[in-house]
């Protein structure tokens, strides 16, 4: 049964997008190159390090754009973007937006081109997702965090996909955009890009 509640609506979509994506394991980033991971879309469970790794390369490649990305950004606690404080305030300067998604457990930075959507209270909490879109441009990391009591001694783990499809990426920008209708504007469609 379908429902209108925009967070039902955005674990639905990821639910459903899923089982469409390849299984891989957390060795696939040591056995190819940046220019190989891409072009693959993949499903997987990995650790804190390796989202670190593919959220890099996002968010590298919105900065490297040839003409300007959006990009939005899920800490799921504000105070996890402190170690990445001068990375992302680079970012905040090269994107035509960055939008942060999280609880305000900190102060939000003071860096341009930002938008905070407080995830408080919401079941976006448990998701870290990335999704740099814009023309010639579509890259998303949506991923849940899986982490229990039983596997606490080994940090944070993350179920999800990775992918480079502009149809998924659009999805999520209006899936966003009904969350949050005020702060993300409805996403250009890929078509019009």
């Known amino acids: 049964m379908l429902t209108r509640d925009p967070v039902a609506l955005f674990i ?31 499903r997987y469970i990995f650790s804190v390090n390796t989202m670190i790794h593919i959220s890099h390369m996002i968010e590298d490649a919105a900065v490297q754009a040839v003409r300007p990305a959006e990009l939005h950004v899920s800490f799921q606690y504000l105070s996890r ?31 341009p081109n930002i938008y905070f959507m ?6 976006l909490v448990n998701y870290w997702f990335l999704v740099a879109y814009g023309p010639g441009l579509s890259m998303t990391l949506l991923a849940e965090e899986k982490s229990s009591e039983t596997n606490k001694p080994h940090g944070r783990v993350y179920e999800g996909f990775y992918t480079f499809d502009e149809e998924i990426a659009y999805k999520l920008l209006n899936l966003l955009h009904l969350i949050f209708p005020a702060q993300v504007a409805p996403p250009v469609p890929p078509e019009l890009l």
Do not use: H
């Not at 407080?118 to 079941?123: I, M």
């Open 81 to 111: 973007i402190e170690d990445q404080s001068l990375r992302y305030e680079r970012i905040a300067t090269r994107v035509t937006g960055l939008w942060l998604y999280a609880v305000p457990d900190t102060q939000l930075p003071s860096w």
């Open 12 to 42: 639905q979509f990821f639910q459903r997008a899923l089982p469409t994506f390849s299984p891989q394991a957390e060795t696939l980033l040591s056995q190819v190159s940046e220019e190989d991971l891409q072009t693959r879309q993949f």
């Open 118 to 123: 407080d995830t408080s209270n919401s079941a």
